[in-house]
């Protein structure tokens, strides 16, 4: 064995290396970056932390990185995520086999416990030789918590005591804090002082590090991949309109049409699972706290309602937030017989999955991996979707590959730019230029046959902009 990794089975990197060659194929705009910066090797001596789930998808990104010259180990960014097969292929490489594993070292498989999760993600920042990485690419924020919190703890001298009012999740993090300093007291202050900067993939983890940013306390730059249009506009609303009812069919084969679906937030995330239900011929109600994310659920034709008044009618819940606490114990508790509960935020604190273990008498049974139902004290049961945790990537295997290349493309590209111009950068949130936006966009439109239109010198100067774009100020809101 050359290197370290810890994925499931090794021998399923043929089944993924075949998944990765069709997944190529819908990656246009990964590949053409490739191809563009091939000769360059622009990423050359960069060491990419990465912790973003690891599918067929993040495996064509891993190799996409490494093409342009990074040395890169990977974790995935939740214990439900990754692809057994995808995270085999990457850690055997495109020359390597099973007996002889020669790719990148990765730490994911599907079912991590939260000790595990958190010992991948430590995996990831702590290079052979006593070295760290010098980038971190991060989805959701936990590999940039992990040393923003381990530099805080080290410089306070103690990991704070664990309180009951932790969440197991953070109280298994703090364990798994206090013990890298116990056995290296300045471990996270130098695996700091080594990073440039990090890339951040979605709407939760960029608004963690603009927090870190307000306060001063980031410590490194970061460019917000997630507010891309190509990504945001793309991912966020048209990978979620494929993956979310992938991820209902594949847990639990129940027909969508006609049933009253619940979508709470009307935000990219939920403007594309709407559709997704709508086209499924479910009647979709929306929750909203932002009256103009409300305003457009209404004027698209959904009713906008309160959860409290289509709780007990209501057949499917989706969560889309990013927010805490949205479906609590209490509604679960008046939900029809066999609801189905999801969520496809980041996080699994959207729905009070605590609260609804504590209920007197509540029975969990295990339908099959991640599909659960749970007996209520009134006797009716619900169906949840991977614990409360992502369901498009826990129940199915999240976007597809067409939609991800342009958020990879996005990253692959912010990582140049961070790791090659990080002293033009201070300890800020920044997103990419409109220019790199829409060039993302234009490897996208070949493999789609679209024939974009050309303006003439005259008409650009009418418009006063230039003729190759970019095209919109960016106050533009697309
Ligand atoms: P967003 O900010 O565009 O939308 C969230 C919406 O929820 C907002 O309109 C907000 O007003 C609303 N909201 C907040 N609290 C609420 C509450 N208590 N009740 C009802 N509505 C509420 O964010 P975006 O981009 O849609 O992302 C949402 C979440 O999905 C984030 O956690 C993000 O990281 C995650 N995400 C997940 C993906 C996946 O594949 N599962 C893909 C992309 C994002």
Redesign the pocket.
């Known amino acids: 064995m050359s290197f370290d990794y810890k994925v499931a089975d090794l021998s399923l990197a043929e089944a993924g290396r075949h998944q990765l060659r069709l997944a190529e194929h819908e990656m246009p705009g990964l590949m053409a970056l490739r191809e563009e910066y091939a000769a360059s090797q622009p990423l050359k001596g960069a060491k990419i932390a990465g912790s973003l789930h690891m599918t067929v998808q993040t495996a064509v990104l891993i190799e996409t990185l490494t093409a342009l010259g990074a040395e890169v180990r990977w974790a995935s960014c939740n214990i439900f995520s990754t692809q057994d097969e995808a995270a085999a292929a990457v850690a055997v490489g495109p020359d390597g086999t099973p007996d002889d594993p020669q790719g990148v070292p990765v730490f994911a498989w599907k079912g991590e416990t939260l000790p595990e999760y958190w010992w991948c993600t430590d995996q990831i920042l702590t290079w052979p030789n006593g070295d760290g990485p010098n980038m971190i690419l991060d989805d ?1 924020g936990d590999a940039t918590m992990l040393v923003h919190n381990g530099v805080e703890w080290e410089k306070a001298g103690q990991v704070p005591a664990t309180t009951e009012e932790d969440s197991e999740e953070f109280a298994v993090f703090k364990d798994l804090v206090r013990g890298t300093i116990a056995e290296n007291p300045q471990k996270w202050t130098k695996v700091a002082a080594g990073i440039q900067g990090v890339t951040e993939e ?3 983890g960029v608004h963690r590090l603009y927090q870190l940013a307000e306060t001063g306390d980031l410590l490194f730059p970061a460019i917000n991949v997630n507010d891309s249009v190509t990504k ?1 506009k793309f ?2 609303k048209y ?2 309109r494929h ?1 979310l009812i992938d991820g209902l069919n594949r847990a639990t084969d129940t027909l969508i049409g006609g049933k009253v679906a619940v979508v ?7 403007k594309g699972c709407a559709e997704s239900l709508r086209g499924q011929g479910a009647r979709v109600v929306v ?4 009256p103009i ?1 409300a305003l457009q659920a209404a004027m698209e034709g959904y009713q906008v309602a309160t959860l409290e008044d289509v709780v007990e009618t209501a057949d499917i819940f989706i969560t ?4 805490k606490d ?1 479906i609590r114990a209490e509604h679960m508790e008046q939900m029809k017989d066999k609801a189905i509960v999801g969520n ?4 699994d604190n959207e729905i009070d999955m605590a609260g609804l273990a504590k209920l007197p008498g509540v029975v969990k049974t295990e339908i099959k991996p991640q599909v659960h139902e749970w007996v209520l004290p009134s006797g009716r049961s619900i169906i949840v979707l991977s614990e409360g945790r ?1 369901l ?2 826990g129940n199915a295997t ?2 597809p590959s067409f939609v991800m290349s342009n958020s990879f493309s996005n990253q692959t590209i912010a990582q140049i730019e961070l790791f090659t111009k990080s002293g033009e950068y201070d300890n800020r949130v920044y997103t990419l230029p409109k220019v790199l936006d829409e060039k993302v966009a234009r490897l996208h439109l070949d493999a789609l046959g679209v024939r974009l239109t050309e303006l003439t010198k005259g008409q650009a100067e009418y418009l006063g902009v230039d003729v190759a774009g970019p095209y919109k100020p960016e106050h533009y809101r697309y």
């Open positions: 959701g979605t709407t939760t945001s991912d966020n990978g979620c993956s709470c937030g009307y935000g990219d995330v939920g929750t909203e706290v932002d994310c889309t937030t990013g927010c949205v496809i935020g980041h996080f992502l498009n990537l999240g976007h």
